[in-house]
């Protein structure tokens, strides 16, 4: 007996939401990078970054258009993109940091 594999993709697609503000993606090259953490208590705290030896550094990351287009937020995570030149970009919200997944039970 063998069992039928559907095609079907479960917990595998990454949901998270993207606002564009100022001129969006296109009026720069470079971007600086701000990522931060929305815990379970509602609180929304910055994540700082770790150099190779361990140590952690104030400094936000640089990027390029290509790798600033291509980063997807984990699930409690909020990824935002500031232009260098025109201060346009993009945020990212993971789906619990959205809380597109919340259960709303009104009563009443």
């Known amino acids: 007996m063998t069992a039928a594999t559907m095609a079907m993709p479960g917990n595998t697609a990454s949901t998270f939401l993207v606002h564009y503000f100022g001129g969006g993606l296109d009026g720069d090259d470079r971007f600086v990078v ?7 208590c509602g609180e929304i705290r910055p994540v700082q970054t770790e150099t190779s030896k361990g ?4 400094k936000r990351t640089v990027v390029s258009r290509k790798e600033a287009e291509a980063m997807r937020p984990e699930r409690t995570e909020i ?4 232009g260098l030149r025109t201060r346009g970009g993009k945020q990212s919200w993971g789906a619990v940091a959205a809380g597109l997944l919340c259960d709303r039970r009104q009563r009443g």
């Open 34 to 40: 701000e990522r931060f953490r929305a815990l379970a």
């Open 55 to 58: 140590r952690r550094k104030g």
């Open 79 to 82: 990824i935002i993109c500031t």
